[in-house]
């Protein structure tokens, strides 16, 4: 049973922030690859922005850099998703993850939350 503590979804006026957080049991917060994932109805899974708990590393989807930031809290073994400027094609549903391995979703990914909704409109 997947217990990540996922929140922060909700419905913004395009141009909007929100900010997602997800908190992860130590066990899993510890496998080092940690980040987002979303899915819009229709299109494939998509890698949003993860984030290397051994280094801080950070990587993004060309289409969210310079407008999502993700950051942790290893004292709450928490990873945030800050997003601002949010466009009607960031309305997906996002999942939080860990246990990944870069953004592309054909790699194994060893934990998946149940996903908080996203929602920009004009």
């Known amino acids: 049973q997947v217990e990540f503590v996922e929140s922060g979804g909700g419905s913004v006026q395009v141009g909007g922030s929100l900010t997602l957080s997800c908190q992860a049991p130590?066990?899993?917060?510890?496998?080092?690859?940690v980040g987002w994932f979303r899915q819009a109805p229709g299109n494939e899974r998509e890698g949003v922005a993860v984030v290397y708990t051994s280094n801080n590393s950070t990587f993004y989807a060309d289409s969210v850099k310079g407008r999502f930031s993700i950051s942790r809290d290893d004292a709450k073994n928490t990873v945030h998703l800050q997003m601002s400027g949010l466009k009607p094609e960031d309305t997906a549903m996002y999942f939080c993850v860990a246990g990944c391995n870069g953004l592309d979703p054909s790699n194994p990914i060893m934990f998946w939350g149940q996903g908080t909704q996203v929602t920009a409109f004009a």
């Open positions: 130590v066990y899993m917060y510890k496998k080092n690859c």
